[in-house]
C-alpha cells in the first residue's frame, strides 16, 4: 500500500525552531516529487511548496518562499517542512502529499495519496 | 482570495444530485486538467477526480467530473449522508510551477 506517514502534533513558542516530517512507503520515493500543503484552523488549502526526493530540486511558492525550508533524505525515503522562527500565524494543519505527474492518455498533475496532516500550534 | 472560485456552500437531501462549480481561467482551467479532492470531516484530503473525469480505484461512480472552458464541476448522485465534506477543485498553474485550489465547498446533506 502507498503511504505516507506524518510525524506527531507540536506545540512550540514564537520564535522557536521545528521538523516536521513525512515519510513514503509502499513506492519508490524518489519517483515522485514530494509536496506541502497548509491548512489554517477553518480555512482551505495553501500550495507551499515541492521537492524532488531524488536531487532535492525545490520549488517555493512566493508566499512561503523564505520563511520554511523543504527538505528530504531519500536514504529513509522522508520529506521535512522546517522554520526556523515560528509565528503564532504558522498555526495550522499541514499536509504532505506525493505529486502524479502524467503524461499519458489522462493527463496532468494531482496528489495522490496525502499524508494525515501533522498539527502546528504556535502560542506564548 | 483563491485562484480558483467555487460556491462556499452546498446542500441536498439523501437521494438528490448536487454539483459542485469550479471557475477559473483560460491560463489555468482553460488550458490544464481539473482534480477534485474531497476532505471528510477531521481527515486529510483524499483525490477524488483525477485529469478532469477519472475516478481513482475506489471512488464510487456516483461521483463525476466534467470540464468545460475555463470552469469545471463536480457531480454527486444518490447523495448519501457520508457525503458530507469539504471538497475543492485544484489545477496546475505553469507560472507558479505549482497547483492551485478552489477555496472549497463546504457540502451538507
Known amino acids: 500500500e502507498v503511504q505516507l506517514v506524518q510525524s506527531g502534533a507540536e506545540v512550540k513558542k514564537p520564535g522557536e525552531s521545528l521538523r516536521i516530517s513525512c515519510k513514503g512507503s509502499g513506492y519508490s520515493f524518489t519517483n515522485y516529487w514530494i509536496t506541502w500543503v497548509r491548512q489554517m484552523p477553518g480555512k482551505g488549502l495553501e500550495w507551499m511548496g515541492r521537492?524532488?526526493?531524488?536531487?532535492?530540486?525545490?520549488n517555493y511558492s512566493p508566499s512561503f518562499q523564505g520563511h520554511v525550508t523543504i527538505s528530504a533524505d531519500k536514504s529513509i525515503g522522508t520529506a521535512y517542512l522546517q522554520w526556523s522562527s515560528l509565528r503564532a500565524s504558522d498555526t495550522a494543519m499541514y499536509h504532505c502529499a506525493r505529486l502524479i505527474d502524467s503524461s499519458g492518455y489522462y493527463w496532468g498533475r494531482w496528489f495522490d495519496p496525502w499524508g494525515q496532516g501533522t498539527l502546528v500550534t504556535v502560542s506564548s | 482570495q483563491s485562484v480558483l472560485t467555487q460556491p462556499p456552500s452546498a446542500s441536498g437531501t439523501p437521494g438528490q444530485r448536487v454539483t459542485i462549480s469550479c471557475s477559473g481561467s483560460s491560463s489555468n482551467i482553460g488550458i490544464k486538467t481539473v482534480n477534485w479532492y474531497q476532505q471528510l470531516p477531521g481527515t486529510a484530503p483524499k483525490l477524488l477526480i483525477y485529469?478532469?473525469?477519472q475516478r481513482p480505484s475506489g471512488v464510487p461512480d456516483r461521483f463525476s467530473g466534467s470540464k468545460s472552458g475555463a470552469s469545471a464541476s463536480l457531480a454527486i448522485s444518490g447523495l448519501q449522508s457520508d457525503d458530507e465534506a469539504d471538497y475543492y477543485c485544484?489545477?496546475?498553474?505553469?507560472?507558479?510551477?505549482?497547483?492551485?485550489f478552489g477555496g472549497g465547498t463546504k457540502l451538507t446533506v
Open positions: 485529469s478532469n473525469n
Open positions: 485544484a489545477t496546475w498553474d505553469d507560472s507558479l510551477n505549482g497547483p492551485v
Open positions: 521537492i524532488d526526493p531524488s536531487d532535492s530540486h525545490t
